[in-house]
């Protein structure tokens, strides 16, 4: 092999996989240095409002309404999306005050399901990804709870839930809901860290306890 063959395989081989390589996203770790979100107001007129009465596709293969949810309290965490493993995020995602992180907080929300159970809280995750896509993150996770597909927007809709648009995909913001007698008694948003955001909703309900 002649230098100027060596030279232009590492030029197609080398160079471009360790381009893919770096674009490629640890979609468990959070990198350092992470825009913070503000508060642009998107969320101010969620407390109190009831929640809508419709019903929304769940990875459990049933369809879900939050406003007949009979539990003490439900959660309901909305997030833009996950990623997909060995696949590239959305260009610049890292960049997007509040995008990146979905991952880690649903991991977060698996880890502390039983210690939010004991706090009579049942949680439910939300983006606007299609059912089958949560259910490969579900399955791969082993999350223990429900996320639900709002694709068709239903939900965020009716709540004007706050949103932004990347490579045509509309997608949530990331909050928290806290809902109670079927309607939003807490807001968290925005939400930052995400990946200790399971922590700061069960500090939330350990001050404003709740019995069965």
């Known amino acids: 092999m002649g230098r100027s063959e060596s030279i232009t395989r590492r030029s197609f081989l080398g160079i471009p996989l360790a381009l893919a390589i770096k674009q490629i996203p ?45 539990s003490p309290r439900i959660i309901v965490y ?20 509040g995008a ?20 009579h809280a049942e949680v439910f995750g939300i983006s606007t990804q299609s059912t089958a896509y949560q259910q490969e993150m579900v399955k791969r996770l082993e999350v223990p709870f429900e996320v639900l597909s709002d694709e068709r927007f239903a939900l965020t809709n009716a ?3 706050p949103t932004f648009t990347v490579e045509g995909m509309r997608l949530l913001k990331r909050l928290t809901l806290v809902v109670r007698n079927h309607r939003i008694e ?3 948003y925005p939400v ?10 069960i500090a939330w309900l350990k001050k404003h306890p709740v019995t069965a």
């Open 26 to 70: 640890n979609l468990n770790e959070l990198p350092p240095n992470l825009p913070v979100p503000k508060d642009d107001g998107g969320a101010r007129h969620l407390k109190g409002m009831a929640m809508p009465d419709l019903e929304l596709p769940s990875t459990s293969n049933r369809r879900v309404n939050l406003s007949k949810v009979s």
């Open 78 to 97: 909305a997030y833009p999306r996950t990623g997909e493993p060995g696949k590239p995020s959305p260009a610049g995602w890292d960049d997007i005050p």
């Open 100 to 119: 990146r992180g979905c991952t880690p907080e649903t991991c977060g929300f698996r880890d502390h399901h039983k210690d939010l159970a004991k706090l």
């Open 159 to 161: 709540l004007r839930l």
């Open 186 to 188: 807490h807001v968290f």
């Open 192 to 201: 930052f860290p995400p990946d200790k955001h399971a922590e700061e909703v």
